[in-house]
């Protein structure tokens, strides 16, 4: 084979890949949405049924692509089945409405316990002490591509979408925050919002938090969220989707950046 022939023949190789890659996106997209899946989303998610047309049909397919690309595991006996896939992904697609979006790329597994699970963690006290504390917990994110969930909690927040506290949402959060390579409460912002505006209103409204949480008083926004900036943003993504009238209301310039970086607003979906 002369080297024109060999060039020839690797281009028609490469020429070949592109179109068999294609094609499988072509027919993936082409895959209808099944049925049984509208179902589980109706059923479970009740903020699925008052998203716009236009919305669901985004969401319906961001689901497509999570559950194709992310693989589940039970723990502790947990059976899965669709349902448990379905509710989960459900939530966590809604983070990537209107977006540009990879589908959480970094992410790979997600495991699932039926209930809120122990995990140890170390600590260090003030003297430089360290000890492992076994913590009850109901969610976990990892920057290493896994997401660890309670399923019993996972349908407590979809079911009661109007508290302020949904946990696939906040662990969900976390692997936003995850992408900028770093989870500190600053995720790669879109072309709509500012870096400056985001770093002055989200730095203090979490030392108004934290005045809060030291002071005893109440807020709206959930406490936890004083812990650090990464939980702030975390919790404050709960707060956005579940309780958006009161977060406008009360924290105006916070809803305007949340809103600018996960562009919708869901405050129209419940009014
Ligand atoms: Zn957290």
């Not at 109901?138 to 309670?150: C, T």
């Not at 985001?198 to 936890?224: C, H, M, P």
Request: charged residues 20%.
């Amino acid at each position: 084979m002369t080297p024109g022939q060999f060039l020839g023949f690797v281009g028609v190789v490469v020429a070949v890949v592109i179109a068999i890659i294609k094609f499988r996106r072509w027919s993936f997209e082409r895959t209808p949405f099944p049925p049984e899946w509208i179902s589980v989303l109706s059923r479970n998610i009740p903020i699925y049924s008052r998203l716009p047309l236009a919305l669901k049909n985004q969401l319906n397919r961001h689901v497509k692509y999570f559950l194709r690309d992310k693989r589940f595991y039970g723990c502790d006996g947990l059976v899965l089945n669709d349902e448990i896939r379905v509710t989960i992904a459900g939530q966590a697609c809604l983070l990537l409405l209107n977006r540009p979006t990879n589908h959480y790329y970094k992410l790979h597994h997600i495991l699932v316990y039926p209930s809120s699970f122990v995990a140890a963690r170390t600590e260090q006290n003030e003297s430089g002490v360290v000890s492992q504390k076994h913590t009850g917990l109901l969610g976990e994110s990892w920057s290493q591509g896994k997401v660890i969930l309670s399923w019993d909690d996972v349908m407590k927040g979809a079911k009661n979408f109007s508290d302020g506290h949904n946990v696939v949402l906040h662990e969900f959060a976390h692997q936003l925050d995850q992408e900028s390579g770093s989870t500190n409460g600053a995720p790669l912002l879109g072309a709509q919002s500012s870096y400056q505006s985001w770093t002055r209103v989200l730095s203090d409204e979490f030392e108004q938090l934290q005045k809060q949480a030291r002071s005893g008083y109440s807020s709206l926004i959930d406490q936890y969220g004083a812990t650090n900036p990464a939980e702030f943003f975390a919790v404050v993504t709960e707060t956005f989707f579940e309780r958006p009238i009161q977060l406008r209301r009360r924290h105006p310039e916070l809803f305007e950046e949340m809103k600018s970086f996960y562009a919708v607003d869901p405050s129209e979906w419940v009014e």
